[in-house]
């Protein structure tokens, strides 16, 4: 069955990093523009980031994110990560990662990963 499994959530201290990994299985991530999404606790889905498969105006960082978070893709291990320094407590939240696709990021995703949680507190 078509998955995308998500890994490296964890409890962090302000000002600490985590890197967050979004694996394929069962197509390659190579054909897909990749969204990584987050839900803090009593907040609506808000969208994070989202990486177009070969780079254009649809990449996008949230505002209170750049600078901080970064983007990678592995192509040979089929696996996509989310680089996170310098955490805020307001990152607290479930991070989704989703894949669509084409060249570019779109709606409607195609897979969605199940989430993984990420808390920053002292």
Not at 37 to 52: H, T
Not at 55 to 69: A, C, E, M, Q
Request: aromatic share 12%; glycine share 12%; hydrophobic share 30%.
């Amino acid at each position: 069955q078509l998955q995308l499994v998500e890994s490296g959530g964890d409890l962090v201290q302000p000002g600490g990093s985590l890197r967050l990994s979004c694996a394929a299985n069962g197509f390659h991530l190579d054909d897909y523009s990749i969204g990584w999404f987050r839900q803090a606790p009593g907040k609506e889905l808000e969208g994070v980031s989202c990486f177009s498969r070969s780079g254009g105006i649809s990449d996008y960082y949230l505002d209170s994110v750049k600078g901080r978070f970064t983007f990678s893709r592995d192509n040979a291990n089929n696996t996509v990560y989310l680089q996170m320094n310098s955490l805020k407590p307001e990152d607290t939240a479930v991070y989704y990662c989703a894949a669509v696709r084409g060249p570019m990021c779109s709606v409607p995703y195609d897979y969605w990963g199940q989430g993984t949680q990420v808390t920053v507190s002292s």
